[in-house]
T-cell receptor
Framework: GENVEQHPSTLSVQEGDSAVIKCTYS??????FPWYKQELGKRPQLIID?????GEKKDQRIAVTLNKTAKHFSLHITETQPEDSAVYFC???????????FGQGTTLQVKP | DGGITQSPKYLFRKEGQNVTLSCEQN?????MYWYRQDPGQGLRLIYY???????QKGDIAEGYSVSREKKESFPLTVTSAQKNPTAFYLC???????????FGSGTRLTVV
């Protein structure tokens, strides 16, 4: 089955710097790759997603890139702010099953 | 709660007891999912259902059971066979199998 590896597990940056979180997946049939942000004590919320027919997608300060050949995708946050501090999860959806397989999560700390 | 409601928020279970976690959505979503979240392990899929009266096991289904008698409801029973049930349980739904999830606010289960 699908396996998703996420790195790093923790990431600390200064406010205004960029942050990059990387994920690799194992199932070449996976075709949907969302990213979720989970603030302390709250539910995960979808922040951006990308499908396998697209290489890059941007939404203001957030971007996601996908390399299908290498089977990895990355989340890029520019001009980080303290409110970006949270746990971020990547996920992959194998085929048309609808289920998402999540990475282990990255705790991002943005220092003022 | 964004259209998907989990109850209770906190639940305490004695050894050998079965407990049922509720998940209700009014989003008219076809697919529903149950995940377990443990520190440092991301979200692991327990069960999922793509349509009413049908559901499939996820990666960690042992010791759990579900039903999907109504489109709006997908309750999860944690049985006494689940040896380490203490965790945060998240329910999610999606319009269909190729979209991102909407998560509930979660139930924190503790064995006492």
């Amino acid at each position: 089955g699908e396996n998703v590896e996420q790195h790093p597990s923790t990431l600390s940056v200064q406010e205004g710097d960029s942050a990059v979180i990387k994920c690799t997946y194992s199932d070449s049939a996976s075709n949907y790759f969302p990213w979720y942000k989970q603030e302390l004590g709250k539910r995960p919320q979808l922040i951006i997603d990308i499908r396998s027919n697209v290489g890059e997608k941007k939404d203001q300060r957030i971007a996601v890139t996908l390399n299908k050949t290498a089977k990895h995708f990355s989340l890029h946050i520019t001009e980080t702010q303290p409110e970006d501090s949270a746990v971020y999860f990547c996920a992959a959806s194998p085929g048309n099953t609808g289920k998402l397989i999540f990475g282990q999560g990255t705790t991002l700390q943005v220092k003022p | 709660d964004g259209g998907i409601t989990q109850s209770p928020k906190y639940l305490f279970r004695k050894e050998g007891q079965n407990v049922t976690l509720s998940c209700e959505q009014n989003l008219n979503h076809d697919a529903m999912y149950w995940y377990r979240q443990d520190p440092g392990q991301g979200l692991r899929l327990i069960y999922y259902s793509q349509i009413v009266n049908d559901f499939q096991k996820g990666d960690i289904a042992e010791g759990y059971s579900v039903s999907r008698e109504k489109k709006e409801s997908f309750p999860l029973t944690v049985t006494s066979a689940q040896k380490n049930p203490t965790a945060f349980y998240l329910c999610a739904s999606s319009i269909h199998t190729r979209d991102g999830y909407t998560f509930g606010s979660g139930t924190r289960l503790t064995v006492v």
